[in-house]
């Protein structure tokens, strides 16, 4: 079975730390994703990155950075953290294939930001 | 790519057939639909996905118009573990270069009461 495995489910973070969130697949996937997840705003994109080292910003790329230098490991990074980051974020994973490709989740680190 | 639409919330009884339908009137010829489930604090995990006409594996089956412009999942007999946001999700998922985006909307909130 594929696995995305984001590195830590429940962190708090005082406010203008830099966060790290860390996320590793295991099916040699090559394009990753980091969504946050808020009560009634759905799924929100923040980036996506296609190869190593290629990145490109989702709906809400502000306030956020990624690092992608092996293609199993896609890093978001909270350069200084705000309150209004406090959320739930989710990596993903899918391959490079034509047709009905399915996005495979990771379990979710939620974020407090105090 | 296509937005969905789908009913905010939706109640059923264990043992009941539960119908969801999306609305994606935008869709385009390499789109797909897939559906997906998410439980509280975890990730949102594959259900189902077609093309056209109909899909059933061992947990749902998906029913697409011959315009494609909606689709219904359909869950047989819910239990009370079958409670937890379903998302309908359109687009021609491939990893091309230069990545794709995916849009998730708010999904349905099912809730299966005994």
């Known amino acids: 079975d594929v696995k995305v495995t984001q590195s830590s489910r429940y962190l708090v973070k005082r406010t203008g730390e830099k966060v790290f969130l860390e996320c590793v697949q295991d099916?040699?996937?090559?394009?990753m994703f980091w969504y946050r997840q808020d009560p009634g705003l759905g799924l929100r994109l923040i980036y996506f990155?296609?190869?190593?080292?290629?990145?490109e910003k989702g709906d809400i790329p502000e306030g956020y950075s990624v690092s992608r230098e092996k293609k199993e490991r896609f890093s978001l990074i909270l350069e200084s953290a705000s309150t209004n980051q406090t959320s739930m974020y989710l990596c993903?994973?899918?391959?490079?294939?034509?047709?009905?490709?399915?996005?495979?989740f990771g379990e979710g680190s939620w974020l407090t930001v105090v | 790519l296509a937005k969905t639409t789908q009913p905010i919330s939706m109640d059923s009884y264990e043992g009941q057939e539960v119908n969801i339908t999306c609305s994606h009137n935008?869709?385009?010829?390499?789109?797909?639909i897939t559906w997906y489930q998410q439980f509280p604090s975890q990730g949102p995990r594959f259900i189902i996905q077609?093309?056209?006409t109909k899909v059933t594996n061992e947990v749902a089956s998906l029913f697409i118009p011959a315009d494609r412009k909606s689709s219904t999942l359909s869950l047989p007999r819910v239990s009370l573990s079958d409670t937890a946001v379903y998302y309908c999700?359109?687009?021609?998922?491939?990893?091309?270069?230069?990545?794709?985006?995916?849009?998730f909307g708010a999904g349905t909130r099912l809730f299966v009461k005994a």
């Open positions: 099916m040699d996937h090559e394009n």
């Open positions: 077609g093309y056209k």
């Open positions: 935008n869709i385009a010829t390499n789109d797909y």
């Open positions: 990155s296609y190869d190593v080292k290629m990145k």
């Open positions: 999700l359109v687009g021609d998922m491939r990893g091309n270069t230069g990545g794709f985006k995916t849009i």
């Open positions: 993903a994973s899918t391959p490079h294939r034509d047709g009905g490709n399915t996005i495979y």
